[in-house]
């Protein structure tokens, strides 16, 4: 027989399923679907349970709470479905159309979300925005900016379903050098900005008619270069001046420091001297930080070419859990070292490694218990949720089902249905308001949306976009 030589392109023979048995169809990876409806559970838990309990919700700045793990999370799950998904499309054309039309989708779902136009669930009869203030940024817009590049990637880069890689684990490093070259190419470029821009004074005037504040105009001293601290990062800087600081985050966690109230970690009034600083809006979902997410989301989208071309479970064990590893180590040393600290806000190169090496870890975690062990059912609440993650992120997490009930009242505007549950059932029978908020999260909206989220699975209704 001929000697066949290699090319230095990938040929690869890809495994169509996570199994190592020839499927008869094409299957969902019940591991990521229960990794999806574990991470919108984890976003259900933090944001309504959070405020009762500081230490799961998002670091004011430096450090790296449960909360602030969600986003990387999300971005890691959407790079890993993207070579799943793309793989069953064989035309570039047809692929390219679903990934723009998918992109504009999510975006204007994350704008109206997100953008100040819904005011569920406290401001209860009440909706609409100024687009004088419409806030530009969010989680499905960073989503969608960071889906956009990766899947076109994946697109024009990919050799075809036939080809892939040879054999070893390096090779699928070599394969999909482009997509390391673009994160690394991101990373060069957030950093470039982040430490050489030079971020001079700035001012800003509060538009809120419901504060003490309205009208006043604040100014904030910076003239400095490569600081990471919230009055003078470029991160900041870069939003202010393309998005306008006025379509900017208005609450950002950064208020609940020691430095903006004596109430720290909890939310509360801002203190009579607290800088300037602390009354300014900042988008922690702003261009800058956008730019260096995009790794999260190749990160994931490697371990998605993991699981479709390297074959067996012990290899894609292997590889999964010394990346997660090698991620996790050198983030925690950037950090403890003080070299680059974990910052959600700014999302720095060592929060990238820590999320993106718990992501890997978790996921491998599941995909033990799951693919190999069989424990499904065990967690069939969070692969109905993940199933169907879209409709509970937007009815659960961004509380329209919420505002919806609460518009129904009896007297007064405040007493309503999930008023009276949560004070009598929760609040009440454990007598703390702490305990009684996080059972209430817990049972009458995570489970329940779990129970819901069966429902529909067994009527097989999905919301997709």
Not at 231 to 252: E, F, K, T, W
Not at 341 to 369: D, E, M, R
Not at 438 to 462: K, N, Q, T
Request: with cysteine; glycine share 8%.
């Amino acid at each position: 027989m001929a000697e066949i030589k290699v090319e230095p392109t990938c040929i690869l023979v890809p495994e169509a399923d996570i199994s190592d048995e020839k499927p008869r169809k094409t299957q969902r990876v019940a591991s990521l679907d229960i990794f999806r409806g574990l991470t919108v559970a984890l976003m259900i838990l933090v944001d309504d349970a959070g405020g009762e309990w500081p230490a799961i919700a998002h670091a004011p700045w430096h450090g790296c709470n449960l909360a602030d793990f969600v986003m990387p999370f999300f971005l890691f799950i959407v790079g890993m479905a993207i070579p799943l998904a793309l793989k069953r499309v064989s035309r570039r054309r047809e692929a390219f159309r679903k990934v723009i039309f998918r992109t504009l989708k999510l975006f204007l779902l994350g704008l109206l979300l997100q953008g100040g136009f819904s005011h569920a669930p406290d401001e209860l009869l009440t909706y609409g925005v100024d687009m004088k203030m419409i806030r530009i940024g969010g989680i499905l817009q960073r989503i969608a900016f960071s889906y956009l590049l990766v899947a076109v990637l994946e697109i024009f880069l990919k050799d075809g379903a036939s080809k892939v890689l040879s054999h070893g684990h390096f090779s699928i490093f070599k394969c999909h050098c482009r997509h390391w070259a673009m994160g690394v190419f991101s990373i060069i470029v957030y950093s470039s900005f982040m430490y050489g821009i030079y971020v001079p004074d700035w001012h800003f005037t509060i538009h809120n008619k419901d504060s003490a504040d309205y009208g006043k105009v604040f100014s904030v001293t910076c003239r400095v270069r490569g600081k990471l601290d919230p009055p003078c990062n470029a991160v900041g800087l870069i939003d202010r001046s393309v998005l306008g600081i006025n379509h900017m985050y208005q609450h950002p966690a950064w208020r609940r420091s020691k430095a903006c109230t004596e109430n720290s970690p909890y939310e509360g009034p801002l203190r009579k001297d607290a800088p300037s600083w602390c009354h300014a809006p900042f988008e922690p979902e702003g261009i800058l930080s956008s730019i260096s997410s995009l790794l999260s989301t190749i990160i994931g989208a490697h371990f998605g070419h993991v699981l479709i071309y390297l074959k067996g479970h012990s290899d894609r064990l292997k590889h999964w859990v010394i990346m997660g590893l090698f991620f996790l180590v050198l983030g925690l040393i950037l950090h403890f070292t003080h070299a680059i600290p974990l910052n959600k806000q700014l999302y720095t190169f060592s929060y990238v490694c820590v999320t993106s090496g718990t992501a890997a870890l978790v996921f491998t975690t599941i995909y033990i218990l799951v693919d190999i062990r069989n424990l499904k059912h065990v967690f069939l609440p969070l692969k109905w949720i993940g199933m169907n993650a879209l409709l509970v992120y937007v009815l659960a997490a961004e509380n329209i089902f919420a505002g919806f009930i609460n518009g129904w009242y009896y007297e007064d505007p405040h007493n309503t249905l999930i008023y009276w549950i949560k004070k009598h059932i929760f609040i009440g029978v454990w007598h703390s308001q702490r305990v009684g908020v996080l059972l209430y999260v817990i049972f009458a909206e995570i489970l329940f949306w779990g129970v819901v989220a069966g429902i529909l699975h067994w009527l097989r209704i999905y919301w997709k976009l």
